[in-house]
């Protein structure tokens, strides 16, 4: 299978920048490599490998030294907008931020306003439910183009299909799907709860930037936010070697810059979910998907 890769250096894929090797890396440029994938899940189950797909700033920490599985990275990219029919349909490794940026600057659509500056692929943000102040991916969804890695047929399912619920979706429940391209319906606003928060502020001055993959842990309730759950427990600031929660908002696990290292996030994660189950007798659990 000569366009597999080996030994490739996937540290970049996570933007906490934990050092990782995938034993094998395969990138998805086209619609005809989508037909690629199916030899690559063949030979990977043969080898008894698992299979890991990402797109851009998938929201990943990489817990360990080498990876064992089969990388593919889905890097297909275009998107257009339907001013009249107010749809948008967009391939999966397109940014989120950009998508948001070009709506309101050539056609005056702000409905996803608060999208703006939110790092994240259209893959990753329907895959985990993105959000931003309350505004979910869900909300304006339609339906997704996918690759049914059990039958091996392209299907089109929709939002009933998609299973939505808070930070999470059939993608990502069951990791079933390779999603090709996605459909939005930005007719009108569709929030969980109504918020008036200025993001672009939030994001430049109350929000810390470097090696994060933003907020870590889901909120445990509406009245119960991650970032208060760690600051009462007092690890807000806390350091543990190269990994520390930021004083900007404790629920920002951070890592040092060309120092990261997964075990002392872990240790980190592993503290806080001690410290909270601790004081509120609930299990935090993590927004970021921790591949090890």
Not at 74 to 95: G, H, M, P, R, V
Not at 161 to 177: L, M, Q, V
Not at 192 to 217: A, I
Not at 255 to 267: A, G
Request: aromatic share 20%; glycine share 2%.
């Amino acid at each position: 299978m000569n366009y597999l890769q080996q030994n490739i250096d996937i540290t970049e894929l996570s933007n906490f920048k934990t050092k990782a090797i995938a034993k094998y890396y395969f990138e998805v440029h086209s619609r005809q490599d989508i037909y690629k994938i199916y030899e690559i899940v063949k030979f990977a189950k043969n080898e008894n490998l698992k299979v890991l797909f990402i797109w851009w700033w998938t929201n990943l920490l990489f817990a360990f030294d080498e990876f064992n599985w089969v990388v593919i990275k889905n890097c297909l990219k275009w998107w257009s907008y339907n001013d009249e029919t107010k749809i948008l349909e967009s391939y999966t490794n397109e940014k989120i931020w950009d998508i948001s940026e070009s709506l309101e600057k050539e056609y005056g659509q702000d409905i996803w306003h608060r999208f703006i500056w939110l790092p994240w692929s259209i893959g990753w943000a329907v895959f985990g439910n993105a959000w931003c102040f309350w505004l979910e991916t869900e909300g304006n969804f339609m339906d997704a183009e996918v690759v049914d890695l059990s039958t091996w047929e392209i299907k089109i399912l929709n939002k009933t299909n998609a299973n939505f619920t808070y930070r999470n979706s059939i993608f990502k429940e069951t990791e079933r799907y390779f999603i090709i391209k996605v459909r939005f319906d930005l007719s009108k606003m569709v929030e969980k709860y109504h918020s008036d928060v200025d993001n672009l502020d939030f994001r430049n001055n109350k929000q810390p930037k470097w090696q994060s993959c933003w907020s870590f842990f889901k909120n445990p309730s509406k009245e119960l936010s991650a970032w208060l759950a760690i600051q009462e427990v007092w690890l807000k600031w806390y350091h543990y070697n190269s990994a520390y929660f930021s004083e900007l908002h404790a629920n920002f696990l951070m890592s040092e810059w060309k120092n990261s290292n997964w075990r002392d996030l872990i240790y980190l994660i592993d503290l806080a979910k001690s410290k909270v189950k601790d004081k509120y007798w609930i299990e935090m659990e993590p927004e970021v998907r921790i591949i090890n």
